[in-house]
C-alpha cells in the first residue's frame, strides 16, 4: 500500500504486514479443514444442567401459543387445529408393532327351506259341558248343528240316556259304561268311531246309511249294538276290538269284517247289502253269526275264518 517515504522503512503495510527490506516468506496453503455433520444425541445423554432450560424452553412455547391463539378469530384457531393434528398424524413414526391381517371369512350360502304344503285340518268341538236337554224319560238329548265339525263325547257313564240329533262331520265316542244308553238313530253323519270300551249291558243305536262305522276297543258284558248302515261298512278294526261276554250285535252293512276274536256265547245277526260281503277272523265258545242277504235271492261273499265245534256261522 502507497506510504511516505519516511513511514515504508519504519511502519509495515498496513494490509499485508510487509516491511520494507525484511524478506518475503514464501506462501504456504493452509491445510483445508473437513466439515464434521452434528449429530443430535438423544434426550439421555445431554448434561443435566441443560434440562431445566429445555423445560422453561418447551413451556414458554405453549404459554406463547396459547396468548396467541387467544387473540385470534375462533375460526381461524380451528384451522390451525386441524392443520397441527393433520401434521401430527402424518409425521408421526409408524407403530412397530405389526398388525395381524383377518383371518379370511368364507360366506356361508343360505339354506332354503322348503316349507310343506297345507293340509286341511279337521275342527274339532269337544262335547259342551252342559246343553243338554232333559226330555220326559230321564233321556239327555243334544242338539247338535256342526255340519262341518268333528264332535268328540266323553264317555259315557252308567245309567246315562244321550240322544243326539242334528248334523255333524265325524262323531267320536270315548266308551259306554254298563247299563248306559246312546241312540244317535237321528244323528246325520257319516262317520261315528268308538274309541273307548263298551261294556256291562250298554245299550247303543245307530242308524247310518252309506256311512263308516268303527271299533277299536272291547264290547263285552253283555252290550246290545244295533247299528243300520247300509251301503256303508262296519268294521272291528284291531284285535283289541273283541265282542265276547253274550254281547248281542245287530248290523247291516255292504261290508262287515271282524278283525279279531269272537267268543263267549255272542250272538251275531248280520244283513250285508248290495251284494257285499262279511269276514271274521275266529269264532270261539258257542257264539254264533247268522247273515244273509239285503235280498233272499241276493248273493254274499263269505270269508270265515277258524270256528270251533261249539259255534256256527250261517245263512238263514
Not at 412397530?96 to 383371518?103: D, L, Q, S, Y
Amino acid at each position: 500500500m502507497p506510504r511516505s517515504d519516511a513511514d515504508i522503512a519504519e511502519r509495515p503495510c498496513p494490509l499485508c504486514g510487509h516491511v520494507f527490506g525484511q524478506a518475503v516468506a514464501p506462501y504456504v496453503e493452509e491445510p483445508a479443514v473437513a466439515e464434521v455433520e452434528a449429530v443430535a444425541l438423544p434426550p439421555a445423554s445431554l448434561p443435566a444442567r441443560r434440562i431445566p432450560s429445555m423445560v422453561i424452553g418447551i413451556a414458554s412455547m405453549a404459554f406463547g401459543a396459547a396468548l396467541v391463539s387467544a387473540f385470534l378469530p375462533a375460526k381461524v384457531r380451528d384451522v390451525m387445529t386441524v392443520q397441527t393434528v393433520l401434521a401430527t398424524s402424518i409425521n408421526a413414526p409408524a407403530s412397530n408393532t405389526a398388525t395381524k391381517p383377518a383371518p379370511a371369512v368364507t360366506p356361508l350360502e343360505p339354506v332354503w327351506e322348503i316349507a310343506p304344503l297345507p293340509r286341511e285340518v279337521e275342527a274339532v268341538a269337544v262335547a259342551p259341558p252342559k246343553p243338554v236337554e232333559v226330555v220326559p224319560g230321564g233321556i239327555q238329548l243334544i242338539r247338535l248343528n256342526r255340519p262341518k265339525e268333528v264332535y268328540t263325547m266323553e264317555r259315557i257313564g252308567e245309567g246315562n240316556t244321550i240322544k243326539l240329533t242334528g248334523k255333524v262331520s265325524k262323531l267320536i265316542v270315548s266308551g259306554v259304561d254298563g247299563g248306559a244308553t246312546l241312540d244317535a238313530t237321528e244323528l246325520d253323519t257319516k262317520t261315528i268311531s268308538f274309541n273307548g270300551r263298551i261294556e256291562g249291558n250298554a245299550t247303543i243305536k245307530l242308524n247310518m246309511p252309506n256311512g263308516t262305522l268303527t271299533f277299536s276297543k272291547a264290547i263285552s258284558g253283555g252290550a246290545n249294538i244295533d247299528a243300520q248302515v247300509p251301503g256303508g261298512s262296519i268294521s272291528f278294526s284291531t284285535p283289541g276290538a273283541t265282542v265276547s261276554g253274550g254281547a248281542k250285535l245287530k248290523l247291516t252293512g255292504k261290508s262287515v269284517w271282524f278283525h279279531t276274536r269272537i267268543d263267549g256265547g255272542c250272538t251275531i245277526d248280520v244283513t250285508v247289502s248290495n251284494l257285499g260281503s262279511m269276514k271274521f277272523l275266529e269264532l270261539a265258545e258257542g257264539s254264533k253269526i247268522h247273515y244273509r242277504g239285503e235280498k233272499p235271492e241276493a248273493e254274499v261273499k263269505i270269508s270265515p275264518g277258524r270256528i270251533d265245534e261249539s259255534s256256527e256261522c250261517k245263512r238263514h
